[in-house]
C-alpha cells in the first residue's frame, strides 16, 4: 500500500513495455487487462474467482453506478471497493462514453452533458466536475477525466470540436480532482478521431495539463482495426515514457498484443465476458463457438494443459449443452474460461518483453491462434 | 466406493432418524436434502461450488435430460457425473412428474405416457421400461420407478386409478433395473394423494415388490402443509426401518424439520435455487427478500457468523443491488447462500438426532427463524 501513485516502467522491447503501477489497494503488473465490472460485479464472476484468473484490477463504470445504486449510496457504504467486495485496486471511467452510447441525450454545451436516465427516465447533469466527484465518491485508485467521445468514421469538423472540448474538460477536471494525497490517480484521455494531427495535437495538449496516466479514447468505435493501431502507434509517440498509457474498450486477443507492440500498458473490455455469456471461448489455439453443434458430441476439454479448471475439467459437450440450454454455469465457465485467457496472454507478453523476446511471443501466440482449434490428440 | 448399496440406521429420536446412504460413488448421511441439478447443473453453481455447500448428492431430471442432450448422447459420454464433473452420487428421478407438469400430455395408458416435448415439439413415449433405460444410461446411482403423480385437490377415483397404476409400473420397474449387481439402487414411490387408505395400500404393496428404498411421491402438490405431514406420518409407519425414505419435492426449510421429525430421510427441492435467483435468501433467522428497498442502505451481511463466505462477505445493500440490477452474482450469491443454509439445517438435525436431542434442535431453530430478521447488534 501507498499514499504515492506510481508508475515504474521496468523494460522496454521495441515499443513494448513492461512496467508496474503502484496505487493505494495495491500493484498491476503492466501490460495488464482490466475486466470490467460494470454495475459493481464483473458479469458472472465472484469477485475471489475474478482475482484468481489474474486480474489485479478491475473497471467500474460511472455511468452505471452513478444511476443505480448511485455515488452517493456507495460513499456512504463504504466505496466501492468494499461495496463489491473487492480489495484491490479499481480504475473508473467518466461515464462519458456510456452516456453516448446508452442514454438518450439530450443537450450536450460547454459546460455539461445532460441526458435522461436509460433506467427511470430522470434527467442527470453530468459535467467534468460531476464526473470526478462521482469518482472521488467511489473511491476509485484510478479516476478519468470527462471527455467527449464519437463514433468513427465523423466529419473532421465535428471530430476537431469535440477533441477540443474534451481539452477543456480535461483542464476542468485536473482543477476538480483532488485525490493526489491519497495516492489516487487522474488520467486524461486523448481524443481526435482517426486523424494523426488532432490525435498528436491532444496528446501534447493533455500532456502539458499534466496526468498522472493517458488514455487513448474514442477508439474501436467501427474503424477498422488498421486505422486504430496507426492511430495508437501515433499517439504513444507524443506520450511521456514515465506515464501508463490506457487504451480504452480494447479488445481481441489480437488487439491487445497489437496495441503492446505499439506502447500500450492497459486495456479493458467486455469482450471475454460478454461473449462467454453467448457460448464462445477464447483459447490459446483461438475462439471456439460452443454454440455450434459438432461441438455436441465432443468429450475433449477446450484446452486439456490449460492453468484454469473451467478450461480443462468440462468437456465441449457439456459446455456446447449448457450453452444450448442457456445455464448460468455455462456463462460463468466460460467467462471464466475467457479471463484466465485474456490474464495468460498478458503474463505472456509481460514475461516475453521481460527477457526481450515479445517478437517472437507475438509472432507464435498468432501463429497458434490460426491453426483454429486444439490440435488433434 | 461399494459394490453393494446400502442404507445404515445409526440412530432413531422419536420418529427421526439419523442413517447413512452407501453407493457406488460415496457416502451420503441422512437426513440428507439433494440439490436439483435439472438440465445437468445445479442453477448458478460449478459442481465444486454444490460440494462446497456440504451437499453430498444431487438429483437429475431424467425428463429434461432425454429431450436434452439425450440419454445416449449422456451415456456415450461417459455419463451423468463425468458430463457435469459430479463425481459424488446421484439420484434420478423417473420423468414422470415432468411430463406430468411441463409437456403438452397426449396419452396416458397402461403400458406409457406419450408426449410432446416441450423443447421441439417432438412425440417421446415414456414407459416403465424406458424410465429405467434412460436412468441406467444416465448412471444413477440411485433410479426412480415411474409413477403417476396428480395435482391435489383430486377426486378419490382418480387418485386410486393412478395409485394403482403406479404399482403396476412399480412391478414393471423392478423387473427391468438390472443396476443392483454394480451397487445402484431402485427406489419405489408411495402415490394415493391425501387418502390415508390408498396411501397404506399402495406403501404396502411396493414393500411386497421390494424395493432399495421408498419415496412419497404427490405431495406438495397444492395441499396445505398439515395434509401433507400426516400422509407422511401416516406412510413413514408403513415403511420399514431398515430402507430410506424420500420425500420428493419438498420444501421449506420448516416442511424438512417437520418431515425429519416424521422419518423421512432424504429430499429433493429447488426452492433454495430458483428463490435465490429471485432475490430471497434463506438465514438462520428466516427468510430475507432482498429485493425489498429497505435494504437498500443495510451495511450488514445477511449473517455475519454463517460458515459461508457467500452469507458473510457481501452486504445486504449489495445483494439488494444485485438483485434490482438482474445481475448473474446475485443469482450465483444467494443460491450460495441459500444451498448452505440447507445443508447446515441438515447438518443441525443430524447433529441433534446423533444425541437424542431432535425437539430442542427443532424448538430452537424455529423460534430463531420467527425473529424474521438478523438480531440488532
Not at 473497471?59 to 480489495?87: D, Q, S, V
Not at 438518450?104 to 441526458?115: C, G, I, Q
Not at 445455464?327 to 505472456?348: D, H, K, R
Amino acid at each position: 500500500m501507498t499514499d504515492k501513485f506510481l508508475f515504474r516502467l521496468i523494460k522496454t522491447d521495441g515499443a513494448a513495455r513492461r512496467g508496474e503501477i503502484v496505487t493505494p489497494h495495491g500493484t498491476v503488473q503492466t501490460p495488464a487487462f482490466m475486466p470490467v465490472g460494470t454495475q459493481a460485479t464483473v458479469k458472472g464472476l465472484a469477485p475471489e474467482a475474478v482475482h484468481a484468473t489474474g486480474a489485479e484490477i478491475v473497471l467500474g463504470n460511472t455511468y452505471h453506478l452513478m444511476l443505480r445504486p448511485g455515488a452517493e449510496r456507495i460513499a456512504e457504504l463504504g466505496g466501492l471497493h468494499k461495496f463489491m467486495n473487492w480489495p484491490h485496486p479499481i480504475l473508473t471511467d467518466s461515464g462519458g462514453f456510456q452516456v453516448m452510447s446508452l442514454s438518450e441525450l439530450r443537450k450536450l454545451d460547454e459546460n455539461a452533458v445532460t441526458f435522461r436516465s436509460h433506467l427511470d427516465g430522470a434527467m442527470i447533469t453530468l459535467s467534468p466536475e460531476r464526473a470526478i466527484e462521482v469518482q472521488t465518491l467511489l473511491g476509485a485508485d484510478i479516476s478519468m477525466q470527462l471527455d467527449e467521445c464519437l463514433k468513427l468514421p465523423a466529419e473532421r469538423g465535428e471530430i476537431e470540436r469535440a477533441m477540443r472540448l474534451s481539452l477543456r474538460w480535461a483542464e476542468r477536471s485536473k482543477k476538480a480532482f483532488d485525490g493526489s494525497a491519497k495516492g489516487r490517480a487522474l488520467f486524461g484521455i486523448v481524443q481526435g478521431g482517426d486523424d494523426a494531427g488532432l490525435r498528436g495535437e491532444s496528446a501534447r495538449a493533455l500532456v502539458d495539463i499534466g496526468f498522472d496516466g493517458y488514455a487513448i479514447g474514442g477508439l474501436a468505435v467501427g474503424e477498422p482495426q488498421a486505422v486504430m493501431l496507426a492511430t495508437v502507434a501515433e499517439v504513444a509517440r507524443v506520450l511521456p515514457a514515465d506515464r501508463p498509457r490506457y487504451l480504452m474498450g480494447v479488445g481481441t486477443p489480437d488487439d491487445l498484443i497489437e496495441a503492446v507492440a505499439r506502447g500500450i500498458d492497459m486495456f479493458d473490455c467486455v469482450l471475454p465476458t460478454r461473449n462467454g455469456r453467448h457460448g464462445m471461448a477464447f483459447t490459446r489455439f483461438g475462439p471456439v463457438n460452443l454454440a455450434n453443434a459438432r461441438h455436441a458430441t465432443d468429450s475433449r476439454p477446450l484446452d486439456a494443459e490449460a492453468a484454469h479448471a473451467a478450461a480443462r475439467d468440462y468437456s465441449r459437450a457439456y459446455l456446447h449443452h449448457l450453452t444450448k440450454a442457456n445455464e448460468i454455469l455455462g456463462a460463468i465457465l466460460l467467462s471464466t474460461v475467457n479471463l484466465s485467457y485474456y490474464q495468460e496472454l498478458m503474463g505472456g507478453m509481460r514475461a516475453a518483453i521481460a527477457v526481450g523476446r515479445f517478437d517472437e511471443f507475438r509472432r507464435q501466440t498468432k501463429a497458434q491462434w490460426v491453426q483454429g482449434d486444439i490440435p488433434a490428440l
